[in-house]
C-alpha cells in the first residue's frame, strides 16, 4: 500500500478492534480513514435506517453501511435508497432461504463447463476467484443446471464471501479484509458462447454491483483476444465507473502481473503459480475458511444465526 493512501490527517473514526498487523493503513472512507463528513454520514445513514425500521442489526455494522456509502460517494439519500431496494430484492430473491436451503448438488459436473471457484488469498489478504468463460460449453452446461440455479449459486457464495471467507481472510493476515481479488480468463472464448451466456453475465453483474457493493478489489482479465473488444462494449455500459477502474484487461502476458499480486503457492499452475490441488484447484476450495472456526461459522450461516462481522479474530 502506499503512502498516499494513508490517512493524511486524524480519523473522525476508530480502527477496527483486533487488527495485530502492525503495518495496516486502512483506506480512505473505511473505519479508521474517514474524514468527520463521512463519519457524520455514516452516523446519519444508520440512524435514517433504523427510525425506519429497515436496520437489521446482524448484517449491517458499520463495515457494511460503509461499502454502501462509498458505492454512492456518500450520499446519503442514494445509500439508503440503495440499501433500501437491496432489501427488498433480498425478500424477491428469497436470500435467506437460499443460504438455509440450497444445495448445488451439480457442482462438479458444472465445473466442466464453466469453472467459477474461490481459491487462496492474494498478497493483501484478499480471497482470489477465478472465473474461465473461456472453457464455457453452452449446450453441456444448461444440460446439468439453469440460469435461475447459476444466480442462486452465485448469490449463495456472495453470502458465503461476506460471512466467513472475509473473516477467515481477516483472521489470516491481521486487518479486515473486505474485497477479493477476481480473475477472469477469457482463453479460447468465443463471441457465439458469450452471446448465449450474456443474460446470465449481466444479471450475475448486476447483482454484484446492486446488492453487494464494493466488494471488489482487484480485478484482472486474462487472456483477453481481439474479439474482447467486442464483448467490453456490451459488458461495460452495465459496470459503474468505480468497477471499471479496478479492472485490468491484459492479454497472454499476464504471469508477472499475477505473480505480482498472488504469491506462486497460492496461483494454480495454469495461471502461472505452482498450485496443483490433489481434486484440482477449481474443486477444492482451498483457503483460510476451511478451518474449523470458520466451518462452524458457515453451518451457522446455514441455519440462519450467523452474521458478517469481519474484524480480525
Same mark, same amino acid.
Given at each position: 500500500?502506499?503512502?498516499?493512501?494513508?490517512?493524511?490527517?486524524?480519523?473522525?473514526?476508530?480502527?477496527?478492534?483486533?487488527?495485530?498487523d502492525?503495518?495496516?493503513k486502512?483506506?480512505?472512507?473505511?473505519?479508521?480513514?474517514?474524514?468527520?463528513? /463521512? /463519519?457524520?454520514?455514516?452516523?446519519?445513514?444508520?440512524?435514517?435506517?433504523?427510525?425506519?425500521?429497515?436496520?437489521?442489526?446482524?448484517?449491517?455494522?458499520?463495515?457494511?453501511?460503509?461499502?454502501?456509502?462509498?458505492?454512492?460517494?456518500?450520499?446519503?439519500?442514494?445509500a #439508503?435508497?440503495?440499501?433500501?431496494? +437491496?432489501?427488498?430484492?433480498?425478500?424477491?430473491?428469497?436470500?435467506?432461504?437460499?443460504?438455509?436451503?440450497?444445495?448445488?448438488?451439480?457442482?462438479?459436473?458444472?465445473?466442466?463447463?464453466?469453472?467459477?471457484?474461490?481459491?487462496?488469498? =492474494?498478497? =493483501?489478504?484478499?480471497?482470489?476467484?477465478?472465473?474461465?468463460?473461456? #472453457?464455457?460449453?453452452?449446450?453441456?452446461?444448461?444440460? +446439468?443446471?439453469?440460469?435461475?440455479?447459476?444466480?442462486?449459486?452465485?448469490?449463495?457464495?456472495?453470502?458465503?464471501?461476506?460471512?466467513?471467507?472475509?473473516?477467515? +481472510?481477516?483472521?489470516?493476515?491481521?486487518?479486515?479484509?473486505?474485497?477479493?481479488?477476481?480473475?477472469?480468463?477469457?482463453?479460447?472464448?468465443?463471441?457465439?458462447?458469450?452471446?448465449?451466456?450474456?443474460?446470465?453475465?449481466?444479471?450475475?453483474?448486476?447483482?454484484?454491483?446492486?446488492?453487494?457493493?464494493? +466488494?471488489?478489489?482487484?480485478?484482472?482479465?486474462i487472456?483477453?483476444?481481439?474479439?474482447f473488444?467486442?464483448?467490453?462494449?456490451?459488458?461495460?455500459?452495465?459496470?459503474?465507473?468505480?468497477?471499471?477502474?479496478?479492472? =485490468?484487461?491484459?492479454?497472454?502476458?499476464?504471469?508477472?502481473?499475477?505473480?505480482?499480486?498472488?504469491? #506462486?503457492?497460492?496461483?494454480?499452475?495454469?495461471?502461472?503459480?505452482?498450485?496443483?490441488c490433489?481434486?484440482g484447484?477449481?474443486?477444492?476450495?482451498?483457503?483460510?475458511?476451511?478451518?474449523e472456526?470458520?466451518?462452524?461459522?458457515?453451518?451457522?450461516?446455514?441455519?440462519?444465526?450467523?452474521?458478517?462481522?469481519?474484524?480480525?479474530?
Amino acid at each position: 500500500m502506499s503512502s498516499s493512501d494513508a490517512p493524511t490527517q486524524a480519523s473522525a473514526s476508530a480502527v477496527p478492534e483486533g487488527i495485530i498487523d502492525p503495518n495496516y493503513k486502512p483506506l480512505p472512507g473505511r473505519l479508521g480513514n474517514l474524514t468527520v463528513p /463521512q /463519519q457524520h454520514a455514516l452516523e446519519n445513514f444508520k440512524k435514517q435506517l433504523q427510525d425506519e425500521g429497515v436496520f437489521v442489526e446482524e448484517r449491517m455494522d458499520d463495515a457494511t453501511l460503509l461499502r454502501f456509502l462509498r458505492a454512492r460517494k456518500f450520499d446519503v439519500a442514494l445509500a #439508503k435508497k440503495m440499501l433500501v431496494e +437491496c432489501e427488498q430484492w433480498r425478500k424477491d430473491f428469497n436470500v435467506e432461504d437460499i443460504v438455509k436451503n440450497f444445495d448445488f448438488h451439480e457442482k462438479e459436473e458444472v465445473d466442466k463447463y464453466y469453472p467459477q471457484f474461490y481459491h487462496k488469498m =492474494d498478497k =493483501d489478504g484478499r480471497p482470489v476467484y477465478i472465473e474461465q468463460l473461456g #472453457k464455457l460449453d453452452f449446450k453441456a452446461l444448461y444440460a +446439468c443446471t439453469t440460469q435461475d440455479r447459476l444466480l442462486k449459486r452465485l448469490v449463495y457464495e456472495y453470502e458465503k464471501f461476506i460471512t466467513s471467507r472475509l473473516p477467515a +481472510c481477516s483472521a489470516a493476515v491481521g486487518h479486515p479484509v473486505e474485497t477479493s481479488c477476481t480473475i477472469l480468463d477469457l482463453k479460447d472464448v468465443s463471441l457465439t458462447n458469450f452471446y448465449r451466456v450474456k443474460d446470465y453475465v449481466m444479471a450475475a453483474s448486476s447483482i454484484g454491483q446492486d446488492r453487494y457493493p464494493e +466488494c471488489m478489489g482487484k480485478f484482472y482479465i486474462i487472456n483477453a483476444p481481439w474479439l474482447f473488444n467486442g464483448v467490453w462494449a456490451i459488458i461495460r455500459p452495465w459496470l459503474d465507473e468505480v468497477t471499471v477502474s479496478k479492472i =485490468d484487461i491484459i492479454g497472454s502476458s499476464y504471469k508477472d502481473k499475477l505473480l505480482a499480486q498472488i504469491p #506462486k503457492e497460492n496461483l494454480p499452475k495454469e495461471f502461472g503459480g505452482t498450485c496443483q490441488c490433489q481434486k484440482g484447484c477449481s474443486l477444492s476450495d482451498a483457503g483460510p475458511w476451511n478451518e474449523e472456526k470458520w466451518q462452524k461459522l458457515e453451518a451457522e450461516m446455514s441455519k440462519g444465526t450467523a452474521n458478517g462481522n469481519i474484524a480480525p479474530a
